[in-house]
């Protein structure tokens, strides 16, 4: 049973450098947490705090009930039971795959280190390479080797560094959704940091957004993509447009398609507003009279992504199923629905 996580308030800084800023995060027993970012916007100089490689200048780091980090404190890394899985596995090239699970396992007897060796095995499906050697294993079976051996010890936490990173796009989707299952069979506290919007929303209970050292916003995957808290989040987690919007003393948005005005509904009157649109947002429909012409498609299979331009030269997306051929210049009729409204003020910030 994996343990809580509170980051509060944590600052990591290289010398007269800030990399992070006031961080806070909060995982409750054997939820999956996710640090989700651009590179250098701090998430790896977090992760290295939570672990015990890098001491934090403000904040403070609980797990479990027990502080392992504050300005005055600092409980080295092999007495804070956090495992780890890197972004190149890190298997021991020497060592068979029973062998590399069992290497953390020297405290136990034999017949207990077996005994849990074999339970992983199990559990991540490699009872039958037991006696191969790392190189003879794909890359998705070398992660899930050094998922195996990461949980051998039973962490209170465990840590994953871009752990899909080096594998192709099919065979992340796979291991994000079979290591998600693995982490809640075995019940462990992990935390995830990763640059890749799917595998965060694929994988976590919690995601804490980061951009230049600070947390834009902690929110489940669906709060993230449905009321983004910022512009950098809405533009970071999803695809959507931030469409420019003027508003009447009533507050009706002042647009040409009024289609869209419906849609839009009431907001904040005599603004400057930025509204997200989502590409679920705008439906394909032969029955709508509101037509927009296509300025670009790009198509993905079982769907296109179809830019459409409006009468003022903005442009707005939408999900065309795979079937519905159109191409640039065409007249496509659709319906707006904006289940979630998020607005930003243009001048001032998200509202």
Known sequence: MGK???????SVCYGDVTAVQGASLRLEAGEIGCLLGPSGCGKTSLLRA???FQSISEGTIEVGE????????????????IGMVFQDFALFPHLSVSRNIAFGLQALNANDRQTTVERLLELVSMRDWASAMPHELSGG????????????????????????????T???????LEVTQLLKESNVT??????????ALTMADTVAVMNDGNVEQV?????????????????????????????????GAKTPVTELASALGQLPSSRELEVLLRPDDVIVDATSNCKLVVSSVDFRGAHSLVSLQLPDGQTISCNAPGHVQVSPGYALPVRVEIKHKVTFDAAEGAK
């Open 219 to 251: 929110a489940s995957p669906y709060e993230l993509y449905h009321q983004p808290r910022t512009r950098f989040v809405a533009g970071f987690i999803g695809q959507g447009t931030l469409l420019r919007v003027s508003t009447d003393s009533t507050g």
């Open 170 to 176: 099919s065979l992340r989707e796979q291991l994000a």
């Open 66 to 81: 027990t502080l392992v980090s504050s300005p005055a404190l600092q409980v080295a890394p092999e007495q804070r039971r």
């Open 190 to 199: 992990a935390v995830l940091v990763t640059h890749d919007q799917q595998e």
């Open 4 to 10: 809580s996580l509170r980051i509060d308030k944590a």
């Open 50 to 52: 939570i672990s015990g």
């Open 141 to 168: 079976q070398q992660q899930r080797v050094a998922l195996a051996r990461a949980l051998a010890p039973s962490p209170d936490i465990l840590l994953l560094d871009e752990p899909f990173s080096s594998l192709d």
